[in-house]
């Protein structure tokens, strides 16, 4: 009992996490329609971020945090204008080369610069953990769990109450008719991209501490992002949110229970499964976003 | 001039091992006709299908690993105490078997995927490919995880009355490779210029529109991805017994990337773009690597593969065809024309 | 035009390549050297790499070998097995050397080794440790690194003093991990040692909490690890944020302390390692004078300090070859295979001679090294009294 406590936590705090890269991806996904191989990287682009600035450059860690995310978005932002937009041809196979043309870029970049060897960022956490009966759950990981659901909630905030949020989900509804109406589809096209990287880039800033950073993070964290997306539906936050919390469980009570080899293979599963039986997600309801 | 071409490339590649005294050079040949081959297998899928199925290198690695494991014999328990013993078969027994085992997953894929479509697709061939990998990982019993299966022995040809003649040598294998990319290519453009190819093609250009005239779209749809898969098997099984060694990395989703990147860059949907685009990305790592560092090299590759996209969407191959048409003088210019340079409509001269 | 441009290419290829092959230097004995320069596993090739020039610049410095200077060749094997075979075959064909010396990782080594039956080359093995390498059959193969067999024989000398009851084991999965796991299992049941659970993870994995949970929950007294030092800093944080209190013993070789401290903090206080080379303490060395000089010379290269448990590897390994060119009387592969069976020498760990290991009449030579036991202690090394 003690152990599945144990794992109840571990796989509440992937959650969020997981939640974020989702929510991120489900964005893009749903809006723009784009298969965005560089959402990982996004991911590991974050943790570089935090890495350079805390550790590095020596500054605050948390400042390192902000850093990356507004990182992220812009990077987001650039590559939606410099690659996607040019790419007026809605053919989903270029455009998905092209995110892969630019995920090899971005990741080699990294590994330029940085190096293949794991980075360890240290943190100003208490090293002790905070013991809650049976559960141990260190202060670095709270504060991750913390964070996540603060920025989960903004992008609720962002979609349902903001013009922007509203545009976006006009976008989604119908871009044609949102555009006679009067959306500036290009421009909810970049911000859509900004704000999905962005989360991606705030999702490795948190999990960069808690674990290593090394240039070939984001292919998993990638991949994870797109079963989050399938089991809750394109374009579908709240999905995503569950979705991220669903394959945090069946990762961790997958690992202690049944094979801890096959962990990472959960998330592959889960997509195979979930895409050749319910291809809609478990979560749709018709589309739409939010 | 197009029918002296394919003869002449032909008489080339063939006389290669004669005068090619380099056997790093003969090496790198043979690979890359190896991924050439797998390349050529992608091109049906993604070129003339129209799906991008981005988990190609599965069906590589299946090829290999089947065609490893009948020559090396195992010795596995299944659920419920089963015991599967397999004694050790030919090598080139292996090779028909990584064939049709590849195959047989090409037809399983392809009918659970096809009834997704577009994007999703593609996530369900990269979880396809995944899986394997991490199945061909832990099944250690089986595959012998990451220890890897050595000792692969090479291919030995029987032919009855002159003896078996075992394939040591690089130019055996050379050989054996360009007969089998030879066979590879026949059959693919065979398909493609029958009316099954054309069928695929007009789902590809526009699936709804052929499925109202009557296509089973999903038929032909599986029967490329069994053909592509069998395909792809043969050259995974060609590249385990030519390395001697296999282990699960093969299935990594990076092959995958280099196979596209061949097709894509060559010109998909033409016969001879994976060819030429093998080539390239074939040998650039080669001539690249002395002279910058591997992350360099895959950036100018992601770079490379950017700009083709975008520059010449239809990859080289068309480009070239269509570079050398306008170039032929006193051939199929319409009337009129002057022949003095490319005169633009509206020269006035 | 194509046809044009595909021959000049092809023609350009052939003189290229035709060009390379000229060069080489005369009056040089040529040695190979494989590692991953670049990849995940970059920084510990480059230690064992520098280890290996620091060999050769010695040797060289006292005449070199039959006369004649190495020459070190040094390939990045790029901490990929087909690069590895690759770059192999580069070595042999191309540059033509004799012997070489690689490749850090076993599945690299056995990714190599159906080269070396083909060119009947025979190659110096460093630090991969799989059994594998030494039972395929393959007698073109001298390893001076001890395989977890090995390791765990090594071992049962002094795992009485621990006090073991029961053991859990987490181990990364490659036949590494599994290797260490297998061979200490047998040999701790051996001593009516119970041995626990044997969890298991992926190379790249960085969660190792599922595990970690498992084995908190467990009533074995002892964790034993196999793993290198990135997920080592993982488990020993991620342990400690779970309140794993279990004694912790890792083995393996590949436990890079000084780095462990560096990146785990406290969290690695209280743990002990099976290593074995300890440059903290060069006294206890099999040979404390080599020792000390080795560790001076590394200083003096400004190489870190925590890559010495890694490059010993590269300077013995070239100490043995040059002893095995020696005893050849000539650089050539088929002399120098017959003369590593008859060379013995001072290692850094103990005395280098190599046994047979592997199936009768394709043996392959291993060496079977000493090991030492170090704990981790308020954040310094300390050689408890073993």
Redesign the interface.
């Given at each position: 009992m003690d152990q599945l406590l144990q794992h109840l936590v571990n796989a509440v705090i992937l959650g969020g996490t997981y939640a974020l890269l989702g929510i991120g991806l489900t964005l893009i996904f749903g809006i723009m329609r784009v298969v965005n191989f560089t959402h990982g990287e996004l991911y590991a682009f974050g943790a570089y971020i935090v890495y350079l600035v805390a550790a590095t450059l020596g500054l605050n860690f948390f400042l390192g945090l902000v850093v990356a995310v507004i990182a992220g978005v812009l990077l987001g932002a650039l590559i939606e204008i410099a690659l996607l937009r040019p790419m007026r041809t809605t053919d989903i196979d270029i455009v998905m080369l092209v995110m892969i043309g630019a995920w090899i870029v971005m990741q080699n970049t990294e590994l330029l610069v940085w190096g293949g060897v794991a980075k360890a960022i240290v943190t100003p956490f208490p090293d002790a953990p905070l013991v809650i009966g049976p559960v141990s759950i260190s202060w670095l990981r709270v504060f991750v769990l913390v964070v996540a659901l603060l920025l989960i909630a903004g992008s609720y905030v962002l979609i349902h109450r903001t013009k922007l949020g509203k545009a976006m989900r006009a976008t989604f509804q119908d871009a044609d008719t949102a555009a006679l109406m009067g959306v500036h589809i290009k421009g909810v096209h970049t911000a859509t991209f900004a704000i999905g990287s962005g989360l991606a880039a705030a999702a490795g800033a948190l999990l960069g501490p808690v674990f290593l950073v090394t240039p070939t993070m984001g292919d998993l964290a990638s991949l994870k992002a797109f079963a989050i997306v399938i089991l809750g539906g394109l374009g579908n936050i709240t999905g995503a949110t569950i979705g991220g919390f669903i394959l945090a469980l069946v990762e961790e009570l997958g690992a202690g229970y049944v094979s801890s080899g096959y962990r990472d293979a959960m998330g592959f599963l889960i997509i195979i499964v979930v895409l050749l039986f319910k291809p809609t997600g478990l979560f749709a309801r018709a589309e739409r976003v939010g | 001039m197009k029918r002296v071409?394919p003869a002449?490339?032909l008489v080339?590649l063939f006389t290669?091992p004669l005068?090619?005294?380099?056997?790093?050079?003969l090496?790198i040949l043979i690979t890359t006709g190896i991924f050439i081959i797998a390349a050529m297998s992608l091109n049906l899928l993604?070129g003339y299908t129209?799906q991008?199925s981005l988990g190609h290198v599965a069906f590589f690695g299946i090829g290999a690993y089947a065609s490893a494991l009948t020559t090396l014999g195992f010795d596995v328990e299944l659920f419920g105490g089963f015991r599967v013993v397999h004694e050790p078969w030919p090598a080139i027994v292996g090779f028909f078997i990584g064939i049709f085992i590849a195959g047989l997953s090409g037809y399983v894929i392809g009918r659970?995927s096809f009834?997704?479509r577009?994007?999703?697709f593609?996530?369900?061939t990269?979880?396809?490919a995944?899986?394997t990998r991490?199945v061909a990982?832990?099944w250690?019993e089986l595959t012998q995880?990451?220890?890897?299966l050595?000792?692969i022995p090479p291919f030995t040809l029987g032919f009855p009355g002159l003896g078996n003649y075992t394939l040591?040598g690089k130019t055996a294998y050379y050989y054996f490779v360009g007969v089998v990319g030879l066979v590879a290519y026949l059959v693919i453009s065979r398909l493609v210029g029958s009316r099954v190819g054309r069928a695929m093609i007009a789902l590809k250009e526009n699936e709804s529109l052929a499925s109202s005239v009557g296509i089973d779209v999903t038929r032909y749809l599986v029967l490329a991805a069994v053909v592509s898969a069998a395909i792809a098997g043969g050259a995974g099984s060609l590249y385990a017994h030519y390395?001697?060694?296999i282990?699960p990395?093969i299935f990594l989703?990076i092959y995958t990337?280099t196979m596209?990147i061949m097709v894509?860059t060559g010109g998909k949907g033409t016969l001879a773009g994976p060819i030429v685009g093998g080539l390239i990305f074939g040998?650039l790592p080669v001539i690249v690597r002395p002279l910058a560092?591997?992350?360099?090299q895959?950036?100018l590759?992601?770079?490379l593969?950017?700009l083709i996209?975008?520059v010449l969407?239809q990859g080289i191959v068309p480009a070239?065809e269509r570079w050398?048409r306008n170039?032929t003088p006193f051939k199929g210019r319409p009337a009129g024309v002057i022949l003095a340079g490319d005169s633009k409509p509206g020269d006035g001269k | 035009m194509r046809r044009h441009a595909t021959k000049t290419a092809l023609a350009a290829i052939v003189l290229a390549a035709g060009l390379a092959t000229g060069a080489g230097a005369q009056d040089a004995i040529k040695v190979g050297v494989i590692q991953p320069l670049t990849g995940a596993f970059a920084a510990s090739g480059n230690y064992v790499a520098n280890g290996a020039k620091i060999a050769a610049d010695e040797i060289n410095a006292k005449g070199g070998v039959l006369g004649k200077k190495l020459d070190l060749i040094i390939e990045d094997n790029k901490s990929n097995p087909t690069e590895a075979a690759a770059v192999a075959e580069k070595l042999i064909v191309r540059d033509k050397v004799p012997v070489m010396m690689g490749a850090w990782g076993s599945g690299f080594t056995l990714a190599i080794m159906p080269k070396l039956m083909e060119y009947k080359v025979p190659m110096l093995v460093e630090t991969s440790s799989a059994g594998k390498i030494t039972t395929s059959g393959n007698p073109y193969i001298f390893r001076i690194s001890p395989p977890s067999a090995v390791e765990a024989v090594a071992f049962a000398k002094i795992v009485d003093q621990l006090k073991i009851g029961k053991a859990d084991f987490l181990v990364v999965n490659n036949d590494w991990g599994r290797g260490a796991a297998e061979d200490f299992g047998k040999m701790f049941k051996e001593r009516n040692i119970k041995v626990g659970l044997v969890e298991t993870m992926d190379p790249p994995a960085q969660d190792m909490s599922a595990q970690l949970a498992k084995i908190k929950a467990s009533d074995a007294d002892t964790l034993i690890i196999t793993t290198a030092v990135e997920q080592l800093t993982l488990i020993f944080k991620q342990a400690a944020a779970l309140g794993l209190k279990k004694r912790i013993i890792t083995t393996g070789g590949s436990q890079n302390p000084d780095q462990l401290i560096d990146q785990a903090g406290a969290a690695a206080n209280d743990t002990t390692h099976i290593t074995f080379f300890t440059p903290w303490n060069p006294n206890v060395s099999a040979d404390p004078a080599m020792a000390k000089a080795f560790i001076d010379e590394w200083k003096k290269r400004g190489h870190p300090f925590a890559g010495l448990t890694e490059s010993f590897r590269g300077y013995d390994g070239i100490r043995t070859i040059a002893a095995a060119i020696g005893k050849a009387g000539k650089a050539e592969p088929e002399a120098i295979r017959a003369a590593f069976w008859q060379i013995e020498l001072s290692g850094m760990n103990g005395q280098i001679k190599f046994n047979k290991a592997g199936p009768a009449g394709q043996e392959s030579g291993q060496s079977n090294p000493g090991i030492y036991l170090i704990k981790i202690e308020n954040g310094k090394v300390v050689l408890p009294n073993a």
């Open positions: - | 071409l002449v490339w080339v290669v005068w090619l005294q380099d056997q790093y050079i090496h993604l129209g991008l659970l009834k997704v577009g994007a999703y593609v996530i369900v990269i979880s396809f995944e899986v991490l990982l832990n250690v995880g990451p220890l890897a050595t000792n040591w390395l001697k060694i282990d990395d989703f990337v596209v894509i040998f560092a591997p992350a360099v895959w950036i590759y992601g770079g593969m950017i996209v975008f969407p070239a050398i170039w | -």
